[in-house]
């Protein structure tokens, strides 16, 4: 599910201060790129402990309804409820690979890891880096 919720976004001495009233929540960033990205990572977490709890997620308020303090202003942050789930998610499943025997032997006698050279190989292939 992909939503766009508004942020209260407040300028201070180590950057900004965001308060997500849709939740209820508040975070911070050093800049406002890091702002945005720290409201979007704080939906995203607060949304799938939601959604894990079986709550429904807040339909986001109308931007012409919230009210603001000197220097604050409002902002839209989009979030992929469905993407931060898989980006984020640390469960590990179990995959079988087909090898030759002879490189599986040499690998064994080289205590190669086989899940780690795997990951490490996927993760080339489809140019991601570590998070």
């Known amino acids: 599910m992909k939503n766009t919720y508004p942020v209260i976004l407040t300028p201070d001495t180590n950057g900004y201060t965001v308060y997500i009233p ?5 975070t911070q960033g050093a800049d406002l790129t890091e702002a945005i990205i720290m409201s979007r ?4 977490l607060m949304g799938i402990d939601m959604e894990d709890d079986g709550k429904i ?4 308020c109308a931007v012409k309804d919230i009210k603001t303090n000197d220097g604050s202003f409002v902002s839209l942050v989009d979030v992929d409820f469905a993407e931060y789930r898989r980006k984020n998610e ?16 040499e690998a064994e006698k080289a205590n190669i890891n086989f899940s780690q050279v795997l990951q490490i190989a996927l993760k080339e292939e489809l140019h991601i880096t570590d998070r």
Not at 22 to 26: E, R, V
Not at 41 to 44: F, K
């Open 22 to 26: 849709d939740f209820d929540i508040y």
């Open 57 to 60: 997620l807040p339909t986001p």
């Open 41 to 44: 990572d704080a939906i995203g």
């Open 90 to 105: 640390q469960k590990v499943v179990k995959k079988n690979c087909t090898i030759p025997s002879w490189l599986c032997y």
